[in-house]
Protein backbone atom coordinates (compact mmCIF):
# COMPACT_ATOMS: atom_id res chain seq x y z
CA UNK A 1 0.00 0.00 0.00
CA UNK A 2 1.80 3.20 -1.59
CA UNK A 3 -0.11 5.90 0.96
CA UNK A 4 1.05 3.73 4.24
CA UNK A 5 4.33 3.13 2.98
CA UNK A 6 5.14 6.38 2.17
CA UNK A 7 3.42 7.95 5.36
CA UNK A 8 4.67 5.60 8.09
CA UNK A 9 8.19 5.47 6.13
CA UNK A 10 8.43 9.09 5.88
CA UNK A 11 6.78 12.32 6.80
CA UNK A 12 5.46 9.98 10.42
CA UNK A 13 9.72 10.04 11.15
CA UNK A 14 9.79 13.50 10.26
CA UNK A 15 7.03 14.83 12.38
CA UNK A 16 8.09 12.28 15.23
CA UNK A 17 11.21 13.91 15.61
CA UNK A 18 10.55 17.30 14.48
CA UNK A 19 7.14 18.10 15.77
CA UNK A 20 7.63 16.23 19.02
CA UNK A 21 11.44 15.24 19.94
CA UNK A 22 13.27 18.57 19.05
CA UNK A 23 10.18 21.63 18.76
CA UNK A 24 7.93 20.27 21.43
CA UNK A 25 5.09 23.09 20.28
CA UNK A 26 2.76 24.42 17.01
CA UNK A 27 0.23 26.98 16.74
CA UNK A 28 -2.48 24.76 18.00
CA UNK A 29 -0.74 23.81 21.08
CA UNK A 30 2.24 25.94 22.42
CA UNK A 31 4.15 24.18 24.82
CA UNK A 32 8.31 23.44 24.82
CA UNK A 33 7.30 20.89 27.68
CA UNK A 34 8.60 17.77 27.50
CA UNK A 35 6.45 14.59 28.84
CA UNK A 36 7.20 12.01 30.36
CA UNK A 37 4.46 9.15 29.00
CA UNK A 38 4.09 11.44 25.77
CA UNK A 39 8.18 11.71 24.14
CA UNK A 40 8.91 8.13 25.37
CA UNK A 41 6.18 7.10 23.28
CA UNK A 42 7.87 9.58 20.47
CA UNK A 43 11.25 7.89 20.97
CA UNK A 44 9.89 4.28 20.72
CA UNK A 45 8.55 4.47 17.12
CA UNK A 46 11.56 4.75 16.12
CA UNK A 47 12.74 1.94 16.89
CA UNK A 48 10.90 0.32 13.92
CA UNK A 49 12.45 2.48 11.20
CA UNK A 50 15.66 1.11 9.51
CA UNK A 51 18.75 0.76 12.06
CA UNK A 52 20.54 4.04 12.19
CA UNK A 53 22.61 5.20 15.01
CA UNK A 54 21.17 8.42 15.39
CA UNK A 55 18.01 7.67 15.54
CA UNK A 56 18.78 5.04 18.80
CA UNK A 57 21.00 7.82 19.79
CA UNK A 58 17.32 9.49 20.25
CA UNK A 59 15.43 7.09 22.01
CA UNK A 60 18.93 6.60 24.58
CA UNK A 61 18.65 9.97 25.07
CA UNK A 62 15.18 10.23 25.77
CA UNK A 63 15.39 7.47 28.19
CA UNK A 64 17.77 8.85 30.28
CA UNK A 65 16.39 12.27 30.10
CA UNK A 66 12.84 10.74 31.90
CA UNK A 67 14.65 8.75 33.86
CA UNK A 68 16.38 12.10 35.56
CA UNK A 69 12.81 12.67 36.13
CA UNK A 70 11.49 9.98 38.89
CA UNK A 71 11.63 11.10 42.19
CA UNK A 72 13.10 9.08 44.85
CA UNK A 73 9.91 7.34 45.83
CA UNK A 74 9.41 5.68 42.42
CA UNK A 75 6.88 8.37 40.51
CA UNK A 76 7.71 10.83 37.69
CA UNK A 77 6.32 14.23 36.50
CA UNK A 78 3.88 14.01 34.71
CA UNK A 79 5.40 16.72 32.54
CA UNK A 80 8.39 19.41 33.06
CA UNK A 81 9.76 22.37 30.93
CA UNK A 82 13.75 22.73 30.37
CA UNK A 83 16.36 23.98 31.27
CA UNK A 84 15.21 23.88 35.14
CA UNK A 85 12.68 21.24 35.15
CA UNK A 86 9.40 23.26 36.49
CA UNK A 87 6.79 20.94 35.92
CA UNK A 88 4.21 18.71 37.81
CA UNK A 89 4.31 15.92 39.90
CA UNK A 90 0.40 14.06 39.70
CA UNK A 91 -1.47 11.00 40.99
CA UNK A 92 -1.61 9.56 37.06
CA UNK A 93 -0.99 6.30 37.27
CA UNK A 94 0.62 4.91 34.03
CA UNK A 95 3.38 7.34 33.12
CA UNK A 96 6.30 5.86 35.17
CA UNK A 97 5.71 2.39 33.55
CA UNK A 98 6.49 3.79 29.70
CA UNK A 99 9.93 4.32 31.84
CA UNK A 100 10.65 -0.02 31.61
CA UNK A 101 8.73 -0.71 28.86
CA UNK A 102 10.48 1.60 26.35
CA UNK A 103 13.86 0.23 28.04
CA UNK A 104 12.72 -3.32 27.32
CA UNK A 105 11.93 -2.17 23.87
CA UNK A 106 15.27 -0.36 23.25
CA UNK A 107 17.26 -3.50 24.38
CA UNK A 108 15.41 -5.94 22.17
CA UNK A 109 15.95 -3.88 19.28
CA UNK A 110 19.33 -2.05 19.71
CA UNK A 111 21.45 -4.88 21.99
CA UNK A 112 22.95 -1.89 23.36
CA UNK A 113 22.68 -2.93 27.50
CA UNK A 114 25.01 -0.12 27.92
CA UNK A 115 22.62 2.03 28.69
CA UNK A 116 21.13 -0.08 31.84
CA UNK A 117 24.45 0.77 33.55
CA UNK A 118 24.26 5.03 32.83
CA UNK A 119 23.47 6.85 36.08
CA UNK A 120 21.33 9.50 36.49
CA UNK A 121 20.20 11.24 39.88
CA UNK A 122 16.57 11.02 41.02
CA UNK A 123 14.61 14.57 41.95
CA UNK A 124 13.17 15.15 45.44
CA UNK A 125 10.64 16.90 46.81
CA UNK A 126 7.99 16.26 49.57
CA UNK A 127 5.06 13.77 48.82
CA UNK A 128 1.88 14.64 47.35
CA UNK A 129 -0.11 15.47 50.41
CA UNK A 130 -3.47 13.57 51.02
CA UNK A 131 -5.63 15.23 49.44
CA UNK A 132 -3.29 16.87 46.97
CA UNK A 133 -3.76 16.04 43.91
CA UNK A 134 -1.27 17.16 41.86
CA UNK A 135 1.52 20.14 42.58
CA UNK A 136 3.47 22.52 40.08
CA UNK A 137 6.77 22.85 41.40
CA UNK A 138 10.86 22.52 40.78
CA UNK A 139 12.30 19.76 42.20
CA UNK A 140 15.69 19.67 42.84
CA UNK A 141 18.03 16.68 42.14
CA UNK A 142 18.86 14.67 45.07
CA UNK A 143 22.63 13.59 46.35
CA UNK A 144 21.04 10.02 45.59
CA UNK A 145 21.85 8.49 41.77
CA UNK A 146 20.95 4.92 40.37
CA UNK A 147 22.04 3.19 36.94
CA UNK A 148 19.10 3.20 34.08
CA UNK A 149 17.68 -0.22 34.90
CA UNK A 150 17.10 0.33 38.46
CA UNK A 151 15.43 3.25 37.71
CA UNK A 152 13.05 1.35 35.76
CA UNK A 153 12.69 -1.52 38.59
CA UNK A 154 11.64 1.50 40.69
CA UNK A 155 8.88 2.33 38.05
CA UNK A 156 7.71 -0.82 38.20
CA UNK A 157 7.73 -1.46 41.95
CA UNK A 158 6.21 1.89 42.61
CA UNK A 159 3.56 0.57 40.37
CA UNK A 160 2.97 -2.82 41.99
CA UNK A 161 2.89 -0.72 45.78
CA UNK A 162 0.02 0.95 44.83
CA UNK A 163 -2.03 -2.21 45.16
CA UNK A 164 -5.47 -3.01 43.76
CA UNK A 165 -9.24 -2.31 44.22
CA UNK A 166 -11.98 -4.53 45.05
CA UNK A 167 -11.91 -6.08 41.78
CA UNK A 168 -8.29 -7.12 41.88
CA UNK A 169 -7.19 -4.30 38.96
CA UNK A 170 -4.67 -1.83 39.29
CA UNK A 171 -5.44 1.34 41.32
CA UNK A 172 -6.33 4.08 38.50
CA UNK A 173 -4.97 7.19 40.82
CA UNK A 174 -5.38 11.01 39.14
CA UNK A 175 -6.13 9.35 35.75
CA UNK A 176 -4.68 6.66 33.41
CA UNK A 177 -3.40 6.91 29.79
CA UNK A 178 -6.77 9.06 29.49
CA UNK A 179 -5.73 11.78 31.30
CA UNK A 180 -9.08 13.20 31.67
CA UNK A 181 -11.00 10.56 34.16
CA UNK A 182 -9.10 11.91 36.81
CA UNK A 183 -12.09 11.76 39.21
CA UNK A 184 -12.88 8.08 38.72
CA UNK A 185 -10.67 7.21 41.30
CA UNK A 186 -9.77 10.42 43.05
CA UNK A 187 -10.83 9.05 46.18
CA UNK A 188 -8.19 6.25 46.03
CA UNK A 189 -10.83 3.34 45.26
CA UNK A 190 -11.77 3.71 41.31
CA UNK A 191 -9.81 0.75 39.45
CA UNK A 192 -8.67 0.63 35.84
CA UNK A 193 -8.95 -2.48 33.43
CA UNK A 194 -6.60 -1.21 30.75
CA UNK A 195 -3.79 -0.44 33.03
CA UNK A 196 -4.20 -3.50 34.54
CA UNK A 197 -3.58 -4.63 31.12
CA UNK A 198 -0.73 -2.25 30.90
CA UNK A 199 0.75 -3.07 33.60
CA UNK A 200 0.70 -7.11 32.85
CA UNK A 201 2.05 -6.60 29.19
CA UNK A 202 4.93 -4.43 30.91
CA UNK A 203 6.21 -7.05 33.92
CA UNK A 204 6.23 -9.91 30.90
CA UNK A 205 8.22 -7.46 28.83
CA UNK A 206 10.78 -6.45 31.15
CA UNK A 207 11.23 -10.03 32.99
CA UNK A 208 13.70 -10.77 30.19
CA UNK A 209 16.17 -7.71 30.79
CA UNK A 210 15.94 -8.68 34.64
CA UNK A 211 17.00 -12.31 33.46
CA UNK A 212 19.87 -10.58 31.08
CA UNK A 213 20.80 -7.86 34.66
CA UNK A 214 21.52 -11.69 36.36
CA UNK A 215 18.20 -11.44 38.26
CA UNK A 216 16.04 -14.34 37.83
CA UNK A 217 14.24 -14.39 40.82
CA UNK A 218 13.24 -10.75 40.24
CA UNK A 219 12.46 -11.78 36.13
CA UNK A 220 9.79 -14.84 37.85
CA UNK A 221 8.58 -12.35 40.43
CA UNK A 222 6.99 -10.34 38.02
CA UNK A 223 6.26 -13.16 35.58
CA UNK A 224 3.75 -14.10 38.55
CA UNK A 225 2.44 -10.49 39.05
CA UNK A 226 1.95 -9.87 35.09
CA UNK A 227 -0.64 -13.95 35.51
CA UNK A 228 -2.12 -12.33 38.47
CA UNK A 229 -3.35 -8.64 36.78
CA UNK A 230 -3.82 -10.79 33.62
CA UNK A 231 -6.57 -12.91 35.76
CA UNK A 232 -7.98 -9.74 36.98
CA UNK A 233 -8.56 -8.10 34.01
CA UNK A 234 -10.20 -11.14 32.50
CA UNK A 235 -12.36 -10.80 35.66
CA UNK A 236 -13.82 -7.65 34.09
CA UNK A 237 -15.60 -9.35 30.83
CA UNK A 238 -18.83 -7.73 30.80
CA UNK A 239 -20.27 -9.71 28.30
CA UNK A 240 -19.25 -8.64 24.82
CA UNK A 241 -16.31 -6.41 25.59
CA UNK A 242 -14.22 -5.42 28.35
CA UNK A 243 -15.35 -2.89 31.38
CA UNK A 244 -12.56 -0.15 31.40
CA UNK A 245 -12.52 0.42 34.91
CA UNK A 246 -14.75 0.86 38.14
CA UNK A 247 -15.43 4.68 39.73
CA UNK A 248 -14.86 4.50 43.58
CA UNK A 249 -18.23 3.74 43.97
CA UNK A 250 -17.98 0.93 42.41
CA UNK A 251 -19.73 1.62 39.74
CA UNK A 252 -18.81 -0.10 36.57
CA UNK A 253 -17.49 2.26 33.59
CA UNK A 254 -17.54 1.15 29.98
CA UNK A 255 -20.27 -1.39 30.93
CA UNK A 256 -23.70 -2.77 28.74
CA UNK A 257 -26.46 0.06 28.81
CA UNK A 258 -24.29 2.96 30.13
CA UNK A 259 -25.56 6.29 29.28
CA UNK A 260 -21.94 7.22 28.61
CA UNK A 261 -18.38 5.04 28.05
CA UNK A 262 -20.65 1.73 27.10
CA UNK A 263 -17.51 0.70 25.74
CA UNK A 264 -14.38 1.68 25.45
CA UNK A 265 -11.39 0.85 22.66
CA UNK A 266 -8.21 0.42 24.14
CA UNK A 267 -9.56 -1.92 27.08
CA UNK A 268 -10.45 -4.09 24.28
CA UNK A 269 -7.12 -3.58 22.17
CA UNK A 270 -4.56 -4.54 25.44
CA UNK A 271 -6.79 -7.53 25.66
CA UNK A 272 -5.43 -8.61 22.31
CA UNK A 273 -2.06 -7.04 22.83
CA UNK A 274 -0.90 -9.18 26.49
CA UNK A 275 -0.42 -12.54 25.67
CA UNK A 276 -1.75 -15.58 26.92
CA UNK A 277 -5.13 -13.83 27.48
CA UNK A 278 -8.31 -15.17 26.14
CA UNK A 279 -8.12 -15.05 22.71
CA UNK A 280 -12.17 -15.72 21.59
CA UNK A 281 -12.62 -12.86 24.14
CA UNK A 282 -10.06 -10.96 22.58
CA UNK A 283 -11.44 -11.44 19.41
CA UNK A 284 -15.28 -10.51 20.44
CA UNK A 285 -13.82 -7.70 22.01
CA UNK A 286 -12.32 -5.73 18.90
CA UNK A 287 -15.25 -6.88 17.41
CA UNK A 288 -17.61 -4.87 19.24
CA UNK A 289 -15.17 -2.16 19.34
CA UNK A 290 -14.98 -2.32 15.31
CA UNK A 291 -18.97 -2.10 15.02
CA UNK A 292 -19.86 0.64 17.86
CA UNK A 293 -16.46 2.54 17.50
CA UNK A 294 -15.63 2.93 13.89
CA UNK A 295 -17.17 5.11 11.16
CA UNK A 296 -15.34 3.83 8.15
CA UNK A 297 -17.64 6.70 5.60
CA UNK A 298 -16.04 9.38 7.79
CA UNK A 299 -12.43 7.49 8.63
CA UNK A 300 -12.76 8.19 12.07
CA UNK A 301 -11.75 5.58 14.89
CA UNK A 302 -14.05 6.86 18.19
CA UNK A 303 -12.12 6.49 21.13
CA UNK A 304 -15.78 5.43 23.02
CA UNK A 305 -18.87 5.85 23.04
CA UNK A 306 -21.38 7.37 23.89
CA UNK A 307 -19.11 10.60 25.15
CA UNK A 308 -20.00 12.52 28.86
CA UNK A 309 -22.74 14.90 28.92
CA UNK A 310 -23.61 17.15 31.19
CA UNK A 311 -25.77 14.36 33.22
CA UNK A 312 -24.48 11.13 34.45
CA UNK A 313 -21.13 10.22 36.06
CA UNK A 314 -18.57 12.41 36.56
CA UNK A 315 -15.31 10.55 35.49
CA UNK A 316 -13.48 14.19 35.59
CA UNK A 317 -12.74 16.91 33.35
CA UNK A 318 -12.92 15.04 30.39
CA UNK A 319 -16.68 16.12 30.63
CA UNK A 320 -15.13 19.82 29.96
CA UNK A 321 -14.55 19.05 26.28
CA UNK A 322 -17.90 18.94 23.81
CA UNK A 323 -19.59 15.35 23.85
CA UNK A 324 -17.27 13.70 20.23
CA UNK A 325 -14.48 15.95 21.05
CA UNK A 326 -10.50 14.86 22.01
CA UNK A 327 -10.69 12.23 24.61
CA UNK A 328 -14.50 12.98 25.27
CA UNK A 329 -15.47 10.09 23.04
CA UNK A 330 -13.38 11.49 19.75
CA UNK A 331 -10.84 9.96 17.53
CA UNK A 332 -7.77 10.03 19.50
CA UNK A 333 -5.31 8.79 17.17
CA UNK A 334 -2.99 6.32 19.67
CA UNK A 335 -6.31 4.96 20.86
CA UNK A 336 -7.27 4.51 16.94
CA UNK A 337 -3.36 2.51 16.23
CA UNK A 338 -3.58 0.49 18.58
CA UNK A 339 -7.30 -0.79 17.90
CA UNK A 340 -5.42 -1.42 14.41
CA UNK A 341 -2.51 -3.76 16.54
CA UNK A 342 -5.10 -5.85 17.93
CA UNK A 343 -6.46 -6.72 14.67
CA UNK A 344 -3.08 -7.49 13.42
CA UNK A 345 -2.42 -9.68 16.68
CA UNK A 346 -5.45 -11.44 16.32
CA UNK A 347 -4.58 -12.28 12.26
CA UNK A 348 -7.27 -10.08 11.12
CA UNK A 349 -4.90 -8.23 8.93
CA UNK A 350 -7.80 -6.72 6.47
CA UNK A 351 -9.29 -5.27 9.57
CA UNK A 352 -5.69 -3.93 10.66
CA UNK A 353 -4.62 -2.24 7.73
CA UNK A 354 -8.26 -0.78 6.87
CA UNK A 355 -8.00 1.03 10.09
CA UNK A 356 -4.64 2.25 8.88
CA UNK A 357 -5.46 3.30 5.84
CA UNK A 358 -8.56 5.24 7.12
CA UNK A 359 -6.28 7.23 9.58
CA UNK A 360 -3.86 8.90 6.71
CA UNK A 361 -4.00 12.04 6.29
CA UNK A 362 -4.22 12.44 2.52
CA UNK A 363 -7.18 10.25 2.52
CA UNK A 364 -9.33 12.96 3.82
CA UNK A 365 -10.93 15.90 2.45
CA UNK A 366 -8.92 19.04 3.37
CA UNK A 367 -12.11 21.22 3.43
CA UNK A 368 -14.00 19.22 6.24
CA UNK A 369 -10.34 17.74 7.81
CA UNK A 370 -9.21 21.69 8.63
CA UNK A 371 -5.70 20.75 9.13
CA UNK A 372 -2.60 20.35 7.47
CA UNK A 373 -3.64 17.80 4.71
CA UNK A 374 0.14 15.91 5.13
CA UNK A 375 -0.23 15.85 8.95
CA UNK A 376 -1.30 12.95 11.18
CA UNK A 377 -3.94 14.79 13.57
CA UNK A 378 -3.44 13.58 17.07
CA UNK A 379 -6.80 13.96 17.58
CA UNK A 380 -10.26 13.91 15.03
CA UNK A 381 -13.41 15.22 16.14
CA UNK A 382 -16.66 12.73 16.42
CA UNK A 383 -18.92 15.49 17.47
CA UNK A 384 -22.04 16.23 14.77
CA UNK A 385 -21.38 18.80 12.89
CA UNK A 386 -17.89 18.66 12.79
CA UNK A 387 -17.21 14.72 12.20
CA UNK A 388 -13.75 14.32 10.28
CA UNK A 389 -12.35 17.72 11.56
CA UNK A 390 -9.10 17.35 12.57
CA UNK A 391 -7.67 18.91 16.07
CA UNK A 392 -4.11 19.52 17.49
CA UNK A 393 -1.94 18.72 14.46
CA UNK A 394 2.07 18.59 14.65
CA UNK A 395 1.65 16.70 17.59
CA UNK A 396 1.98 12.95 16.63
CA UNK A 397 3.00 11.28 20.04
CA UNK A 398 -0.60 9.85 19.27
CA UNK A 399 -0.67 8.81 16.05
CA UNK A 400 2.96 8.93 15.13
CA UNK A 401 3.48 6.75 18.66
CA UNK A 402 1.68 4.24 16.72
CA UNK A 403 1.81 0.59 17.39
CA UNK A 404 4.67 -2.09 16.06
CA UNK A 405 5.89 -5.20 15.80
CA UNK A 406 6.48 -5.60 19.82
CA UNK A 407 3.62 -4.03 21.11
CA UNK A 408 2.24 -0.37 21.51
CA UNK A 409 4.36 3.04 20.73
CA UNK A 410 5.83 1.42 17.31
CA UNK A 411 4.84 2.89 13.79
CA UNK A 412 5.42 -0.04 11.21
CA UNK A 413 2.97 -2.42 10.49
CA UNK A 414 3.03 -6.16 11.55
CA UNK A 415 1.06 -9.18 11.20
CA UNK A 416 0.65 -11.16 8.04
CA UNK A 417 -0.06 -8.34 5.16
CA UNK A 418 -2.11 -9.94 2.20
CA UNK A 419 -0.64 -10.49 -0.88
CA UNK A 420 0.51 -8.19 -3.16
CA UNK A 421 -0.12 -5.39 -0.12
CA UNK A 422 2.88 -4.60 2.51
CA UNK A 423 4.70 -7.39 1.81
CA UNK A 424 6.62 -5.43 -0.49
CA UNK A 425 6.77 -2.57 1.61
CA UNK A 426 10.05 -0.14 1.05
CA UNK A 427 11.55 1.08 4.36
CA UNK A 428 13.60 4.02 2.69
CA UNK A 429 12.60 7.09 0.63
CA UNK A 430 13.64 7.10 -2.52
CA UNK A 431 15.90 4.03 -1.76
CA UNK A 432 15.98 0.32 -2.20
CA UNK A 433 14.27 -2.05 -4.60
CA UNK A 434 11.28 -0.51 -4.67
CA UNK A 435 12.55 3.12 -5.78
CA UNK A 436 14.77 3.23 -9.07
CA UNK A 437 16.80 6.57 -10.01
CA UNK A 438 16.63 8.04 -13.08
CA UNK A 439 18.74 10.47 -14.75
CA UNK A 440 17.86 13.75 -14.71
CA UNK A 441 19.46 17.32 -13.22
CA UNK A 442 21.82 17.70 -10.46
CA UNK A 443 20.27 17.18 -6.97
CA UNK A 444 16.85 15.58 -8.14
CA UNK A 445 16.08 12.06 -7.97
CA UNK A 446 12.76 10.16 -9.25
CA UNK A 447 10.91 8.46 -7.16
CA UNK A 448 8.38 5.15 -8.29
CA UNK A 449 6.38 3.64 -5.88
CA UNK A 450 7.64 0.72 -3.33
CA UNK A 451 7.26 -2.65 -4.62
CA UNK A 452 8.71 -5.86 -6.12
CA UNK A 453 10.82 -5.27 -9.31
CA UNK A 454 8.00 -4.90 -12.11
CA UNK A 455 5.00 -4.24 -9.78
CA UNK A 456 2.93 -1.96 -11.45
CA UNK A 457 1.65 -0.90 -8.07
CA UNK A 458 -1.54 -0.24 -6.37
CA UNK A 459 -4.35 2.05 -8.37
CA UNK A 460 -5.73 4.13 -5.57
CA UNK A 461 -9.40 3.41 -4.55
CA UNK A 462 -12.02 4.74 -6.83
CA UNK A 463 -12.51 8.74 -6.50
CA UNK A 464 -8.86 9.09 -5.46
CA UNK A 465 -6.76 8.79 -8.47
CA UNK A 466 -4.59 11.19 -9.17
CA UNK A 467 -3.67 9.20 -12.41
CA UNK A 468 -2.61 6.95 -14.45
CA UNK A 469 -1.50 4.14 -12.04
CA UNK A 470 2.77 3.51 -12.01
CA UNK A 471 3.55 1.39 -15.61
CA UNK A 472 0.65 2.13 -17.31
CA UNK A 473 1.78 3.43 -21.17
CA UNK A 474 0.44 6.56 -21.47
CA UNK A 475 -0.36 9.79 -18.76
CA UNK A 476 2.70 8.34 -16.50
CA UNK A 477 3.17 11.71 -14.28
CA UNK A 478 6.67 11.22 -12.44
CA UNK A 479 7.08 12.11 -8.85
CA UNK A 480 10.80 14.34 -8.48
CA UNK A 481 12.14 15.83 -4.87
CA UNK A 482 15.03 17.68 -4.36
CA UNK A 483 16.99 16.35 -1.63
CA UNK A 484 18.29 19.88 0.26
CA UNK A 485 19.41 18.43 3.98
CA UNK A 486 19.69 15.48 5.96
CA UNK A 487 19.41 14.86 9.91
CA UNK A 488 18.84 11.67 11.67
CA UNK A 489 19.84 9.96 8.32
CA UNK A 490 16.64 11.35 7.07
CA UNK A 491 16.29 13.11 3.85
CA UNK A 492 14.33 15.95 3.69
CA UNK A 493 12.44 16.10 0.82
CA UNK A 494 10.51 18.83 -1.88
CA UNK A 495 8.50 16.75 -4.20
CA UNK A 496 6.56 18.43 -7.33
CA UNK A 497 5.04 16.92 -10.08
CA UNK A 498 6.80 17.62 -13.81
CA UNK A 499 5.25 20.77 -15.35
CA UNK A 500 4.04 22.11 -11.78
CA UNK A 501 3.87 25.51 -11.80
CA UNK A 502 5.56 25.81 -8.67
CA UNK A 503 9.11 24.86 -10.16
CA UNK A 504 8.48 27.58 -13.21
CA UNK A 505 11.82 30.19 -12.55
CA UNK A 506 12.69 27.97 -9.85
CA UNK A 507 15.02 25.69 -10.93
CA UNK A 508 18.12 27.02 -9.44
CA UNK A 509 20.30 24.19 -8.27
CA UNK A 510 20.49 22.56 -4.67
CA UNK A 511 17.91 25.01 -3.65
CA UNK A 512 13.69 24.11 -2.27
CA UNK A 513 11.66 26.28 -4.44
CA UNK A 514 9.80 27.44 -1.61
CA UNK A 515 12.63 28.68 0.24
CA UNK A 516 12.82 31.73 -2.92
CA UNK A 517 9.31 32.70 -2.40
CA UNK A 518 8.05 34.01 -5.09
CA UNK A 519 4.58 34.81 -4.20
CA UNK A 520 2.64 34.30 -7.56
CA UNK A 521 3.46 30.77 -7.85
CA UNK A 522 3.53 30.11 -3.83
Known amino acids: DMRLNHYLNGFNAYQVIAGRLFARTSMYQSSGAYGFRDQLQDALSLLALPPHEERYRLVRVQLLRAAAHQYLEGDVQHWWHPPHGAGVRTRITDDLLWLPYVLAEYLEVTGDWSVCGEKTCYLESPPLREGERERYETPRCSEREDTVYRHALAAIRCAMERGAGSHGLALIGGGDWNDGMNRVGAGGRGESVWLTWFLALVLRKFAPVCR ?104 GYIKGYLPGVRENGGQYTHGAVWLALACLRLGRTEDGLELLRALLPERRRTQIYQAEPYVLAAD ?67 LRPAGRPGDPGRRPPPGTDRGPPAGSDSGTREWKALLFGERCGMITLFCFQEGNSLLKGHRKRGTPPFVQRKESDL
Do not use: N
Not at 268 to 296: I, K, T
Open 380 to 446: VYAAPGHLGRGGGVVLPHRGGGAAGPEGPGRPLVCGAPPAGGLAGLDRGVGTGPGAAEHPGEPGERA
Open 212 to 315: HMEEPQLAEELLGRAEGYRKAAEAAWDGSWYRRGYFDSGAPLGTRGAESCEIDSIAQSFAALVEDSDRERACQAVSAALERLYLPQAGVVKLFDPPFQDRGPDP
